[in-house]
């Protein structure tokens, strides 16, 4: 049973394109969140989602960023127009159901913007 | 929603001491603590957890507590090693199992 997977591992983009950041979670898992860390920091709840349903997006910036997890296919974070504030690891974890229940992360994106 | 504060930031300790991180958290509702371990460059990976109907866990030399009435939890490692150098995470869940971390606390231990 592979882990959880994220990528591309590593990410280079200039200002202004577009960055697309790919989560597989673990075999039988329907849930999963994602993280923004920043060097030396913690790491920042972005959103939580279930199969095609996004339950909480409260830590996603309101422009720029999106999520998605459809019925088939990986989670996929997208920032748009990237501005160089966004470099950052991008971590993805996954559980099997909701409450009182591990979750386990992937390797994480690290997202330069040059 | 949840608000984690952990501490210390930072903590040295001389290999084979003890070394001890606490978390406090905000929602009395919040029901699973995990804690994770991050070593340099990679993900956080699960070290021990504890759910709110359990005061106490231990698994090998890690152990954690929890103490609901005053909302704190804490990670406890004894006999320290210096393959246990990481940074360490608190979290803590709540209902619909939105996982809230600490700010991380940064453990070094020496030879």
């Known amino acids: 049973n592979a882990g959880v997977m994220q990528n591309p591992r590593h990410l280079v983009r200039r200002r202004g394109q577009e960055a697309r950041l790919r989560c597989s979670p673990m075999?039988?898992?329907?849930?999963v969140y994602w993280y923004r860390q920043l060097p030396e920091e913690g790491l920042k709840f972005m959103v939580y989602?279930?199969?095609?349903?996004?339950?909480?997006e409260s830590g996603m910036p309101k422009e720029r960023f999106s999520a998605e997890f459809p019925k088939e296919g990986p989670s996929i974070l997208r920032i748009q127009q990237v501005v160089r504030g966004d470099s950052a690891a991008y971590f993805c974890?996954?559980?099997?159901?909701?409450?009182?229940?591990?979750?386990?992360f992937g390797q994480g994106t690290r997202l330069t913007v040059v | 929603g949840e608000n984690v504060e952990q501490h210390p930031s930072t903590l040295s300790v001389q290999e084979g001491d003890s070394a001890v991180i606490k978390c406090t958290y905000s929602?009395?509702?919040?029901?699973?603590f995990p804690w994770y371990k991050q070593e340099l460059g990679k993900g956080p990976q699960l070290i021990i957890d504890i759910r709110s109907n359990v005061g106490e866990k231990k698994d090998q030399r890690i152990a954690v507590t929890l103490n609901k009435t005053a909302k704190h939890f804490s990670l406890h490692i004894t006999e320290t090693q210096p393959e246990d150098s990481a940074v360490y995470f608190c979290a803590a869940t709540y209902n619909n199992n939105d996982m809230r971390f600490g700010a991380g606390t940064r453990l070094t231990v020496k030879p």
């Open positions: 929602d009395s509702a919040s029901n699973y």
């Open positions: 075999k039988g898992h329907s849930h």
């Open positions: 974890a996954s559980s099997p159901r909701r409450s009182e229940t591990e979750a386990f």
């Open positions: 989602l279930q199969k095609e349903n996004i339950i909480d």
